[in-house]
């Protein structure tokens, strides 16, 4: 399927994860991974990257997009064709060169969660 949409567009521009972010601490093996309050699986629901594991004739680069609310960074994959490399490295330049990342990350003001051992 991943080739047919390739026939009609050089790449694809897809997020890396279906969430900004997992919380710190948890082990998702162990507790279940709630989003939207529905049960998810950790590996196979939430990594977007999987797929393109298992097409990997289809050179993959990711880059930053910009930030969540709470300041993580957030990733975007660059998909292209089978064996193009150089036109993923040119749209991941040309989103560079458009909106260049930080070399140093912004303070975002980190609070507690109420209730939490810090509190």
Same mark, same amino acid.
């Given at each position: 399927r991943i080739d047919r949409v390739l026939l009609e567009h050089d790449a694809l521009l897809c997020p890396v994860m279906a969430v900004p &972010? +997992?919380? &710190?601490? @948890?082990? #998702?093996?162990?507790?279940? $991974? $709630?989003?939207?309050? @529905?049960? %998810?699986?950790?590996? #196979?629901d939430i990594h +977007?990257?999987?797929?393109? !594991?298992?097409? !990997? %004739?289809?050179?993959? +680069?990711? @880059?930053?997009?910009? %930030?969540?609310?709470?300041g993580v960074p957030i990733g975007v994959q660059i998909v292209a064709r089978g064996?193009?490399? &150089?036109?993923?490295?040119?749209?991941?330049g040309a989103l560079e060169q458009a909106h260049p990342w930080p070399l140093v990350a912004p303070h975002f003001d980190v609070r507690p969660v109420s209730g939490s051992a810090s509190d």
């Open positions: &972010a +997992l919380a &710190a601490g @948890v082990d #998702h093996t162990v507790e279940p $991974l $709630l989003v939207d309050g @529905v049960q %998810r699986d950790s590996f #196979h +977007l990257s999987e797929v393109f !594991n298992v097409a !990997n %004739r289809c050179p993959v +680069l990711t @880059v930053p997009a910009g %930030r969540g609310a709470s064996y193009d490399d &150089a036109t993923a490295f040119a749209i991941g």
